[in-house]
């Protein structure tokens, strides 16, 4: 070998060294513990809801009042959170036992479809290079799909807007459908690209009709970075990935981090390190901040009626608000709309929902998009969804259950669709 070539060599070698030690190890979750913890009473769960902004714990959902809240613990905290619930008189039991088995068997059907190349087909969760070139087949194939670049993640990934629309009337009122803020949170992400494959491919009268009278514009991953993170790296990721000043954890919960009653992390008692906190200021996050200057522009010349961003798990429908048990102007109006489209939803397959407004049934939160949605642009129609399931799985949903989720939501979505059409029609 000429010493250019071993030169060559040394580099390359030392190129793939710095890879492999760069590569981070992939999170462990063997041995931890989700605890399923009643939240009956209101004197429990605001117990439960103060202990979620203010302890380390990561709470997969809740406290719902008069249902659950499930909180995952290490081996080593899972004694001290029993004593605290204990000493609470705060009922618990064993959700998921050991996270890092559900996980496991998650991985094997994931791996199994993990080829960039594979086609989608709603089996398994795709990589987002899958979700983003399945996105540019149907921009190529289909006059009726525009993708519309809105920005860049931290790490640089774009955040790709799916327009999809019948042309004629210009005016036609429009529907936003988001996903994924929440990084782990992957049957968000395969529920927006059913709906996306069912108003455009399916030849429905559904689609059609819907699409006769109504735009859609639809962020099947707002939160790539994490999305990405959490199939590599740590499948409990929530948070995206930017970097903070003055602390070594990571990442920013971007549903706290929208600029309408956004809260600080000392007004809420949460810290750089809890999966809840909201930026040092709104919109610190690139993804939300493109979310933001997008929808203000678009509804300069578009009449934008609905917003709908999707999340796990619980199955819930919700309304605004989160940072107040007040009720919105047109609450009526919303929970109608919402009670026909559980209804739809529930007739597919039975799975049960529960509709109302967000801190009435949820703990409370500040700088939601959800919240920003009614706050800012004043949109008509807004809704948080929270998918399957009700804790059998939480977050670890088994791929066979990605079609039935599509398909009962696309039920329920498409319902309310059709009654933000009805409403508007005359307008
Ligand atoms: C687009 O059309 C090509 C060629 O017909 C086909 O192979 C591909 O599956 C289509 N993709 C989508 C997403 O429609
Ligand atoms: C939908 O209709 C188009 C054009 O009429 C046709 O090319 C396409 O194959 C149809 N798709 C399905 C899924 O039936
Ligand atoms: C950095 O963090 C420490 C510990 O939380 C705090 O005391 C200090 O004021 C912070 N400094 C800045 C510049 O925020
Ligand atoms: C929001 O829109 C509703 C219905 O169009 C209207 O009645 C209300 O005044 C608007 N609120 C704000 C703050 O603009
Ligand atoms: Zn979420």
Redesign the pocket.
Known sequence: MGSQKLCLFLVVLSAVALAVLAKEPRRNYDGYTVLRASSVSHEDFNTLAKLRTQSSYDFWSGPVLGRTADIMVSPGEQAELESFLKSNGISYSPMIKNVGLAIAEEQEAVLASSDPQAAMDWNSYYPLETVYS?LE??E??YSSVKLINIGKSTEGRDLIVVKISSGGNSTKPSFWIDGTIHAREWIATTTATYVINQLV?SNSSVSAELLSSLDFYILPVVNPDGYEYSRTTDRLWRKTRSILSNTSCIGVDANRNFGYKWESAEESGSTPCSITYPGAYPYSEPETAAVNNYILDLITTVDLQAFITLHSYSQLWMTPWGYTTDLPENYNELMRVANKATAALEAVSGTTYQAGSASNILYGSTGTSRDWAKGVPNITYVYTIELRDTGRYGFVLPPEQIIPTGEETWAGISVAAREVANATRFN
Request: proline share 0%.
């Open positions: 399945w087949d149907l190529r194939n491919t």
